[in-house]
């Protein structure tokens, strides 16, 4: 059973940085696409951004483009996200998600997922 652990969250001025880490355990990441989602209070939980397995194929959610960057590092069993020039908007519970298939599927979204973190909260505030 894999399981993914985020770490990085926290308490962050608007226009700062912050980087996420979703490190996993229990299996290898290599054979599952990886997503960001995040969930603020009263609201659906989004797709922020997704990679394939191979790293080819990325997915960035409109609010987020130009700002945040995905990637992650196979060797290390790890995923990041990179957050720049965060908004007040941004605030929310973020979470790590794996999907355990074939290489030419990538998709983001939240019911295709299979193993969730329990989540990092980001919160940008003056």
């Known amino acids: 059973q894999l399981q993914l652990v985020e770490s990085g969250g926290g308490l962050v001025q608007p226009g700062g940085s912050l980087r996420l880490s979703c490190e996993a355990s229990?299996?290898?990441?290599?054979?599952?696409?990886i997503g960001w989602f995040r969930q603020a209070p009263g609201k659906e939980r989004e797709g922020v951004s997704c990679?394939?397995?191979?790293?080819?194929?990325?997915y960035y959610g409109d609010n987020v483009k130009g700002r945040f960057t995905i990637s992650r590092d196979n060797a290390k069993n790890t995923a990041y996200l990179e957050m720049t020039s965060l908004k007040p908007e941004d605030n929310a519970t973020y979470y790590c998600?794996?999907?355990?298939?074939?290489?030419?599927?990538?998709?983001?979204?939240?019911?295709?997922?299979?193993?969730w973190g329990q989540g990092t909260q980001v919160t940008v505030s003056s």
């Open positions: 990679i394939s397995r191979g790293s080819n194929r990325i």
């Open positions: 229990g299996g290898t990441l290599v054979y599952y696409t």
């Open positions: 998600a794996a999907h355990l298939g074939p290489t030419y599927e990538f998709m983001c979204d939240v019911g295709r997922y299979d193993s």
